[in-house]
Structure formats: structure tokens, C-alpha cells
Nanobody, 125 residues
């Protein structure tokens, strides 16, 4: 299984970025998928995710209304569209996959089996 993130970069506050996570070795339409982020010196935290069926999407309060999670089953890729970026959004962003069959999106790190290598997002003020 491999999850490969891309799309990170350096932007100014208020700008947008779109992250991608291409999956191989698993079919994302049968897995719960999530995005997490980790700022320097801090723990990794949940950002957004969808349950295995795609019927439940969940966002952390800090990104709700600004970030949008989407899933392209044909391309076996998930995305995170990030708008109105703030300096506090600066972090390494990780894609993750979980084999748990939950009716709700999963927000705990321990629920995820597979992780990507991360992509850096830096937002300057």
C-alpha cells in the first residue's frame, strides 16, 4: 500500500492550495480516508475525512468552511481543497487510510492503518 501526497507549497495568507493523495495497493472507495496535519513541535491532528462508504464527511472546527475534502474513486485519489489559508494552517499534511467500517468519518490517529509521507504547507502572513 502506498499513499503519495502532493500539492503543498508556500503561499500567502488568504490564498488557496489543493492537496492530492494518490493511493495504490488499496481501493479508496472501500476505505475510510483522512487528512491530518502536524505543525513543528506539535502532535498530529485530524483535519478532514470521510467514512468508508463516502456517506459521512467530517471536518475539524479549525478548518470547517474553508477546507473541502473530496474523493475520486475512478482515479483512486483524495483531495483537500484549502481556501482562505491562515498562518496557523502551516504544517506537514498527511493522507491516511483506514480499513475500519464505520458509519462516521474517523478522526483518531489510531484508527488509521496506512499513512503517506506528508507534504509541507507554509502560509506566510
Amino acid at each position: 500500500v502506498q499513499l503519495v501526497e502532493s500539492g503543498g507549497g508556500v503561499v500567502q495568507a488568504g490564498a488557496s492550495l489543493s492537496l492530492s493523495c494518490a493511493a495504490s495497493g488499496l481501493t479508496i472507495s472501500t476505505y475510510a480516508m483522512g487528512w491530518f496535519r502536524q505543525a513543528p513541535g506539535r502532535d498530529r491532528h485530524f483535519v478532514a475525512g470521510v467514512n468508508w462508504s463516502g456517506g459521512s464527511t467530517y471536518y475539524s472546527d479549525s478548518v470547517k468552511g474553508r477546507f473541502t475534502f473530496s474523493r475520486d474513486s475512478a482515479g483512486n485519489t483524495v483531495y483537500l481543497q484549502m481556501n482562505s489559508l491562515k498562518p496557523d494552517d502551516t504544517a506537514v499534511y498527511y493522507c491516511a487510510a483506514s480499513s475500519k467500517r464505520s458509519v462516521v468519518a474517523l478522526s483518531a490517529l489510531r484508527d488509521y492503518n496506512y499513512w503517506g509521507q506528508g507534504t509541507q504547507v507554509t502560509v506566510s502572513s
